[in-house]
Every structure is written in C-alpha cells, then in structure tokens.
C-alpha cells in the first residue's frame, strides 16, 4: 500500500450572483451584466520575489481572449468569503499523516477569511461527507478539529472521484468565489473518474488548483505529476514542501492570496462551443515588474454564455 501525503487546493471561482451577503459589509461583487454571462478569472498578482500585489487599480489590468483585448465589465480586489471544500484522504496509508494533515488544514483557516463556509470530504474507496448538511465557518476551530481528528484512515484512495465529488458540492455553495483543498500524493487506485474527466470538469467550473505534495522517499505510489498538471491546466501552482513547518507556512501563503487576489470578469466575445484562451497582462507603468497568473482558458457555451 502506497504511503500518503499531499495537500492539493483548488481555488474555484464560479459563474453565479452572489446569495450570501453580511449586513455589515458591502454586498459582493454580480457576475452578471446586462443578463449575459460573464467569464470570470480568478487572478493572482505577484512581483519578482513572488510577493503578492493586492493593490493595483483596474486600469493596469488587460485581459485577452483568443489574443483579442476585452472590455472588462467586472472588476474587484475585496476580501470577500469563499466556499471553501476540504477534501481529505482517508485511505489506509494516511495514519502516519493524519496529524500533519490536521495542522495544515488549521493553519489554513487561521488566515482565511473567517465568513469563509467550509465543508469537508474524507475519502477512501469512497467519498463521505465528514459534516452531513452542516455549513460550518472558517473561525469554527473547534468544529473543523472535531471533523478531521474524527478520521479513521482505512481502504484504498479514490483521489478523483473525490475531486469531482468536491466540485459538485460547490455548486451549492452560497459564496460566488470557491475552493476546494483535497489532501492527497497524486496517487489513485481505486476511482471510477479518470484524470481526464477531473480536468475537463475543472477547466468547465471555471477552478484554479493549487497543489502542495509532501512525499515520502520510500513511495513508490506517489505521483506530483499529476499534482503539476492539475495546478498547471487550472491556473494554479503546485508546492513541494519537505517537512511540516514549510507546509504550514504554504497553506498560509495560499489563503492570503485568495484573499488578495482579484476578481476580472468580461462577456464573452464568441459563444462557439470552442475552448478559449486566455491571459491576463499588467501595465507596469513607472512600478516594478509585476506578473499575473490566472486559469488559461474557457469553454464557451454554444449559443449562449460562457462556462
């Protein structure tokens, strides 16, 4: 049996109007204009040293699609909530893990936004709801503790079957921007869903995957290949952490830069049924150099929106 450790995020950010909105706070940014669907890109700015940049004006911003400059209709740099998904590996090769999975997993809510929703998915040959019909806050230490120490690792690892498991319970999700973070090595012996499908339905969902891959030496089953295409195919990133403490400090890293990524949204030049490429260029000005990572691409809806 294969030894596990890995942490993959998935930071998704979908096509619908906001349902969820605080009282206190400024209602969160439509994803509609003028009743057409707009192509949403989660975008992430860095400079040269891979500090992130929150704090560009939308002028700096252009967006090309199929090469062609687009009129940007959305635009929004705000820390607002996500629907964050924790997709666990409960396989029987997660025991010696568990605990690192467990402080990973806390470390990231710590610095999330703390109106952030969480659900959690454990998985083995098959996928389980930790928290069946519960929405549970980022700041809900003691819930998200009580779900993920619950755990009894056992079985085999269905890694893509959960990941489109996560990406369907997104769909329900109340917060327009969402993520999903699924622990795992890239390994998977036991799913019906292929990698294919995986990354056909995230490059349809409109989500950005970051992986994080801790791998033992003696792990034959591992496979930070497929961590690497995810991340690659979906906008994202992978890390490599060697030991706890890096992973910690990637965990934290990746829940700022969602909440200091921005929002760009623009209607969609064609409705072809066609995949769409896209980039995202930042005007420099008299600043430093600045770079912008995003997803590559779309499907456009045939006839109607985009997707």
């Known amino acids: 049996m294969r030894t596990f450790s890995a942490i993959i995020v998935v930071l998704g950010i979908a096509t619908a109007t906001v349902a969820r909105a605080q009282e206190t706070t400024a209602p969160a940014p439509s994803f509609r204009s003028d009743s057409t669907e707009l192509v949403v890109l989660p975008v992430v700015v860095t400079d040269k040293d891979g500090r992130l940049i929150a704090d560009l004006p939308q002028d700096r911003f252009t967006v090309y699609d199929n090469g062609r400059p687009q009129k940007v209709a959305l635009f929004s740099n705000e820390d607002t909530p996500v629907t964050v998904g924790l997709i666990v590996d409960n396989s029987g090769s997660m025991g010696p893990k568990l605990g690192e999975v467990v402080a990973a997993a806390l470390a990231f809510a710590a610095v999330s936004n703390p109106d952030d929703e969480l659900f959690t998915l454990e998985f083995n040959d098959d996928v389980t709801d930790a928290n069946p019909g519960r929405k549970v806050l980022a700041d809900d230490v003691a819930s998200l503790r009580t779900s993920l120490g619950a755990m009894v690792p056992e079985g085999r690892t269905a890694l893509y079957d959960a990941l489109i498991a996560g990406l369907d319970r997104l769909e329900n999700g109340s917060a327009a921007r969402r993520v999903l973070i699924v622990l795992s090595d890239g390994g998977d012996n036991a799913s019906r869903a292929t990698l294919d499908q995986v990354l ?74 066609q995949y769409h490429r896209v980039r995202v260029e930042i005007d420099r000005g008299r600043g430093p150099k600045v770079s912008a990572r995003t997803r590559p691409g779309y499907f456009a809806a045939a006839g109607s929106g985009a997707r």
């Open 200 to 273: 056909k339905r995230a490059r349809a969902s409109n989500v950005t995957i970051y992986t994080i891959g801790l791998f033992d030496e003696s792990d034959d089953d591992s496979n930070p290949g497929v961590l690497k295409a995810i991340a690659r195919a979906t906008g994202g990133e992978r890390f490599l952490p060697r030991s706890p403490g890096p992973l910690l400090t990637d965990c934290e890293h990746i829940a700022r830069e969602i909440r200091s990524g921005y929002t760009i949204g623009y209607a969609p030049p064609d409705r072809d049924g």
